[in-house]
């Protein structure tokens, strides 16, 4: 009976990982060079997101 070839699964899982944290990246960028889209989530990691402050009134 042949051995498990843990190492080569192991590679695997990270290459799978890295995909699909590229992808992620690929639609995080996607989603901020366009900011018209309706159907896109705000991001709130930032404070591009946040509301302009108000002036204080005198």
Same mark, same amino acid.
Do not use: F, I, V
């Given at each position: ?7 080569? !699964?192991k590679?695997? &899982? %990270?290459? @799978?990982?890295?995909?699909?944290? !590229?992808?992620?990246? &690929? %639609?995080? @960028? ?14 709130e ?14």
């Amino acid at each position: 009976m042949a051995t498990p070839n843990y190492g080569y !699964e192991k590679r695997q &899982k %990270e290459l @799978a990982k890295k995909r699909k944290k !590229e992808e992620k990246l &690929k %639609e995080k @960028a996607a989603r901020k060079s366009a900011p018209g889209d309706a159907n896109a989530a705000p991001d709130e990691s930032g404070p591009e997101s946040q509301p302009p402050a108000l002036p204080p009134e005198q």
